[in-house]
């Protein structure tokens, strides 16, 4: 299945791929009566948050999403991946990530799919911030000629 | 019986991103390329896992307490101030400049062909959720 114009788009399998995250974020909520954030599991895993869920579930979840991405390689074969060829280029990315998530609470996962569903005023800014931030940081990357 | 709940729940979540082409930078950066050749593909992922969540939380008020907690932890904050919009930035910035995001770097692990790429990213995000706790424990 494609949409008229944007033929590299692959509707149907982000589709079937954002319900199998939404059913994992309401499993965590209705089951564990936690958000499913994965910057904050992340980081309570590795022991740098102090607060939140235990540490063995927290682990769990992490230790689940390596798993998932197995499974999924061990069924269907490896994913299609294309990584910046820059490695210094990525550990800044990385470091932006790791700070700017926990400064402001939250990812996609936790701000953009359980704080928006939520209609949280604040995941919803947030949400509006990084997606801004992100198109803008393509724009200049794209201008400078770092793109990929 | 919740450590098996959150470990299934870490492996949906997982087997998701990867369906959806998530675990792929190239394509989260094709929809952050707004102005260029952009791919929408990004906006379908957000729709499913919105619907599904947005009936989670009509059902969550209902119940008393979750199925295998005594209680529900959720954010109680709703202030918007600075470290809010500020981190949201930094975090859009890197999103935007390495194509990933905490949860499809983590969930290509185990199966990236190129593990000193996603091994240098992931190191260094974990670097940075360190360096913010180091920084901000001084004030």
């Known amino acids: ?148 | 019986m919740r450590q098996l709940l959150t470990l299934l729940s870490g492996i949906i979540f997982g087997i998701g991103l990867t369906v959806s082409g998530m675990t792929d930078p190239a394509r989260v950066r094709g929809f952050l390329d707004l102005f260029g050749d952009w791919d929408p593909t990004l906006a379908f992922v957000m729709g499913g896992a919105l619907i599904v969540m947005a009936v989670a939380w009509v059902i969550q008020p209902r119940m008393v307490k979750p199925l295998v907690d005594t209680t529900f932890h959720l954010p109680g904050t709703r202030h918007i101030d600075g470290k809010l919009v500020g981190g949201a930035v930094l975090f859009g910035a890197g999103w935007g400049l390495g194509g990933l995001c905490p949860g499809p770097a983590i969930a290509s692990i185990g199966t990236a062909p190129d593990i000193a790429a996603i091994g240098t990213f992931v190191l260094a995000m974990v670097g940075g959720m360190l360096l913010h706790k180091l920084t901000t424990a001084k004030n």
């Open chain 1, 1 to 148: 299945m494609t949409i008229p114009g944007f033929p590299d788009a692959d509707p149907l399998g982000g589709l079937i791929g954002g319900v199998l995250i939404g059913i994992s974020a309401a499993i965590m909520l209705l089951g564990a009566g936690r958000i499913a954030g994965v910057s904050g599991l992340l980081a309570r895993a590795t022991g740098i948050a102090d607060s939140g869920p235990p540490w063995i579930m927290a682990l769990n979840f992490i230790i689940g999403l390596v798993l998932g991405g197995l499974a999924y390689a061990l069924v269907f074969g490896p994913a299609t991946v294309t990584y910046s060829p820059s490695l210094p280029l990525l550990a800044a990315a990385g470091l932006l990530v790791g700070f700017g998530t926990r400064m402001g609470s939250g990812c996609t996962s936790g701000h953009g799919v359980c704080g928006m569903s939520r209609l949280s005023r604040r995941s919803i800014t947030a949400t509006m911030v990084f997606m801004a931030s992100g198109i803008a940081t393509v724009a200049i990357a794209n201008a400078l000629g770092w793109g990929w």
